[in-house]
């Protein structure tokens, strides 16, 4: 992914979508706007999970600022191995194999050839699901 982020509005941010706060990519769970003042623009609060650590964020922002967008990819890799807490995959496009952490909410254990879900943004990669 050449462009890692592009650029919106702040008022165009809605729950749910991602954006970047302090460097992380996170998904929108929460959005406070305050009404516009005498001698001002309405402020934006916007609270964020991040997508790979779980983290939240916080982040202030003027109603008519810019944000920055994630790009965020969703691709499916083959799961060629398993060992102990970690999965080794192979991407089904370029046939690139590396190796992921088994997420702790993923049911069941993964078993080789079967297809896994991977969610890709800013050169960080995390497993969603595996079918």
């Known amino acids: 992914m050449s462009d890692e982020k592009t ?5 165009e941010i809605k729950v ?3 954006l970047i706060i302090d460097g992380v990519p996170c998904r929108v769970v929460d959005l406070d706007i305050s009404k516009s003042g005498k001698h001002g623009a309405a ?6 999970i991040g997508v790979f650590n779980g983290e939240k964020k916080v982040m202030l922002t003027p109603g ?10 969703r ?3 083959q ?16 046939y690139e194999i590396f ?3 088994i ?12 297809t896994a879900e991977i969610l890709e943004a800013m050169g960080k990669r995390k497993v969603i699901k595996v079918r």
Request: charged share 30%; hydrophobic share 30%; aromatic share 4%.
């Open 7 to 11: 650029f919106a509005s702040a008022k």
């Open 16 to 18: 749910g979508k991602y």
């Open 43 to 48: 402020k934006m609060r916007i609270t964020g």
């Open 64 to 73: 008519d600022g810019d944000v920055e967008i994630p790009m965020i990819g």
């Open 75 to 77: 691709k499916d890799a």
């Open 79 to 94: 799961v060629v191995s398993v060992s102990g807490d970690s999965l080794h995959l192979m991407d089904t496009q370029t």
């Open 99 to 101: 190796e992921l952490p």
């Open 103 to 114: 997420p702790p909410d993923l049911e069941g254990t993964p078993e080789p050839g079967k």
